[in-house]
C-alpha cells in the first residue's frame, strides 16, 4: 500500500493559542497527533513533547529495519516510544514549576505493508472511511466511555454530558501510561482520519463522514472539517490527520504493453 497524507490544525474561535501538535513522517508512513493540557503554554510544550520524540525514535527505529519487524516487535516499540516519551514530560512537569500539571492525549498511525498498528492514549480519536462506511476505531479512554460502557448513561445522553473532556489516561500526568494498541488489515481505498477532541466535540459522525464522502481532495476534506467545527462554535482547537490509502500500482510485462493490455 502506498499512502496520500494531508494534516491540519487550527486554534480555533475561544482559546488564544493551540495547545494541539501534529506530526508526519511519510518516509516511514507514520502518524502522531497529540491534544496538549496544562496552565499557561504547557499544554503546548507536552504535545510538542510527544510528537517530536515519537516521530523522530519510532521514525529512526523504522528506518533501520521496522518494516520487517513482526507484529509483536512493532506493537513493542510503539509501546516502548510512548513510554519514554511519557518520562520526559512528567520529568519536566515535575522538575519546572512554569509546567506542573502538564500532560496529552495523543492517537498514533504505523502504515506496513497491508496492516495498519494504531495506538492512543485518551480522547483523541482515529476513524476509518471504507466503502462508505465510517466507522470510529479507537475508543476513549474518558469518564464518559466509561460511563457509557457499564450503561449508566445513553449514547443520545452523552451528546449533551458537560464532562466531556475528563481523560482516564493521558502522556505526562503520572510516571506510567499505558498504550492501547490495535492492528486491522488496510484495504485499497481505506481514508484514516486522526483527529483531537476539538473535532469531535463539535459534530457528530454523521457529519463528519457526509463532509468525508463528499469533499474533494485531502486537503479539501481538512479544511471542511476544520470549518465545520469551527462553524459549530470552535471552542477548542482543531486538528486532523488523513491518510488515504492506495493499492502499489502492478507492472505490466513486456508483452502485456506490447498488446496494450
Avoid at 499544554?43 to 523504522?62: N, Q
Avoid at 476505531?137 to 458537560?162: F, N
Wanted: with cysteine; glycine share 10%; charged share 25%.
Amino acid at each position: 500500500m502506498t499512502f496520500e497524507y494531508f494534516f491540519l490544525t487550527d486554534p480555533g474561535l475561544v482559546r488564544d493559542n493551540n495547545e494541539d501538535s501534529v506530526s508526519l513522517d511519510a518516509d516511514n508512513q507514520i502518524v502522531v497527533l497529540a491534544d496538549g493540557m496544562g496552565g499557561y503554554n504547557a499544554g503546548e510544550v507536552a504535545s510538542a513533547m510527544a510528537t517530536t520524540f515519537i516521530k523522530t525514535e519510532l521514525g529512526r527505529w523504522m528506518a533501520e529495519g521496522g518494516v520487517d519487524a513482526s507484529v509483536r516487535e512493532l506493537r513493542r516499540a510503539m509501546e516502548i516510544c510512548i513510554d519514554n516519551a511519557n518520562r520526559s514530560i512528567f520529568n519536566a512537569a515535575n522538575s519546572n514549576p512554569q509546567y506542573a500539571g502538564m500532560g496529552t492525549t495523543l492517537v498514533m498511525g504505523v502504515f506496513v505493508g497491508t496492516r495498519a498498528m494504531i495506538g492512543h492514549v485518551g480522547d483523541s480519536r482515529c476513524y476509518r472511511m471504507r466503502e462508505g462506511s465510517f466507522t470510529q476505531i479507537t475508543r476513549d479512554h474518558s469518564l464518559l466511555q466509561e460511563q457509557i460502557d457499564a450503561g449508566l448513561i445513553s449514547l443520545e445522553q452523552a451528546q449533551y454530558a458537560t464532562h466531556k473532556n475528563l481523560v482516564t489516561r493521558a502522556l505526562g500526568v503520572e510516571d506510567t501510561v499505558l498504550l492501547e494498541v490495535n492492528e486491522y488489515r488496510i484495504e485499497d481505498e481505506d481514508l484514516y482520519l486522526f483527529c483531537s477532541d476539538g473535532l469531535s466535540d463539535m459534530m457528530g459522525d454523521e457529519r463528519i463522514a457526509a463532509i468525508l464522502i463528499t469533499a474533494g481532495t485531502l486537503e479539501e476534506k481538512a479544511q471542511a472539517l476544520v470549518d465545520a467545527a469551527n462553524d459549530c462554535g470552535g471552542r477548542d482547537n482543531i486538528s486532523v490527520i488523513l491518510a488515504y490509502a492506495r493499492s502499489k500500482p502492478v507492472r505490466k510485462g513486456i508483452l502485456s504493453r506490447m498488446l496494450g493490455k
